[in-house]
């Protein structure tokens, strides 16, 4: 069984920053890919990024490319999310999510490889 734990959320005025961890544990190989996602009120969850074994290999979404940075410590089996330049409309509850057997048949982006979800952390960007 795996688990995940988020923390770092909070509220922030609009140009501030935020990093967000989400640390696994049980059994998750650490090349395993992770994502973050978000889902404001009355809207779907949604992509922000992901991470498969190295740095190397991280995405974002088009909202948040260039302002929010992914990474991970695989010896601490964690990821993290900086966010910069924070915004009233990142306002969400943020979700980190593992894939522990990912094949590759759906993108990274979509909720279907990730079977594995934290409990969310609030994030609120105040204007």
């Known amino acids: 069984q795996v688990q995940l734990v988020e923390s770092g959320g909070g509220l922030v005025q609009a140009g501030g920053s935020l990093r967000l961890s989400c640390a696994a544990s049980g059994r998750l190989f650490s090349s395993a890919p992770m994502a973050w996602f978000r889902q404001a009120p009355g809207k779907e969850r949604e992509f922000v990024a992901s991470i498969r074994s190295s740095g190397a290999s991280a995405d974002y979404s088009d909202s948040v490319k260039g302002r929010f940075t992914i990474s991970r410590d695989i010896a601490e089996r964690t990821v993290y999310l900086q966010m910069n330049s924070l915004k009233p409309e990142d306002t969400a509850v943020y979700y980190c999510?593992?894939?522990?057997?990912?094949?590759?048949?759906?993108?990274?982006?979509?909720?279907?490889?990730?079977?594995?979800w934290g409990q969310g952390t609030q994030v609120t960007v105040s204007s």
């Open positions: 999510a593992a894939s522990s057997h990912y094949s590759g048949i759906y993108s990274l982006r979509s909720l279907r490889p990730y079977d594995y």
